[in-house]
């Protein structure tokens, strides 16, 4: 499974260097489907609450949020940090996702969960694969850029 994604040449799995890695996510969403969901039924696809954006309680198993959350061998979230920002016109809607995180298999981990083949061992998908579908994608590595003990320019490593 491709989940749209292209890695780039420099791509490196390893994380042997500091750095992040970075997805970057075209989705396009089916708007008229969504349109003829209820509240309750549209937010049990997002796992929240469409007045103020709560997370649900309890929460649906195939919900986003439910499905979209990665957790460590120890059972606690590892999040990412992530942005979307939603576009449209007469002919397309959709959410443009980025995403960073320093390890990659955490990312990978979030987007084989949303498709049902993730790490928790539940096979159910996402709901809002029911809705939508991502039709481009990359994952990029960003290197740290070192000169002697010093960082340069804006680059932190955090690992």
Same mark, same amino acid.
């Given at each position: ?11 490196? +799995? ?5 750095? *992040? *890695?970075?997805?970057?996510? =075209? ?5 008229? +489907?969504?349109?003829?969901? *209820? ?15 709560? +997370? ?19 059972? +606690?979230?590892?999040?990412?940090? &992530? &942005? ?27 987007? =084989? ?10 096979? =159910? *998908? ?23 003990? &010093? ?9």
């Amino acid at each position: 499974m491709h989940f749209g994604l292209h890695p780039s040449p420099s791509f490196r +799995k390893d994380n042997q260097e500091p750095g *992040t *890695t970075v997805l970057v996510q =075209k989705w396009l969403v089916e708007m008229e +489907k969504m349109r003829e969901l *209820t509240v309750p039924e549209g937010e049990a696809v997002y796992g929240r609450s469409k007045l103020k954006g709560h +997370k649900l309680s309890p929460l649906p198993a195939r919900s986003h949020v439910a499905r979209n959350q990665f957790y460590g061998p120890d059972g +606690k979230a590892i999040d990412i940090v &992530r &942005r979307n920002a939603y576009f449209g016109d007469v002919k397309e809607a959709g959410v443009m996702f980025i995403g960073f995180s320093n390890n990659v298999d955490v990312t990978m981990g979030m987007l =084989k969960q949303m498709y049902g083949i993730g790490p928790d061992g539940i096979a =159910k *998908t996402d709901a809002l694969l029911d809705f939508s579908r991502a039709v481009s994608g990359w994952l990029i590595t960003v290197r740290c850029i070192r000169r002697g003990v &010093r960082e340069v320019g804006m680059v932190q490593d955090f690992s």
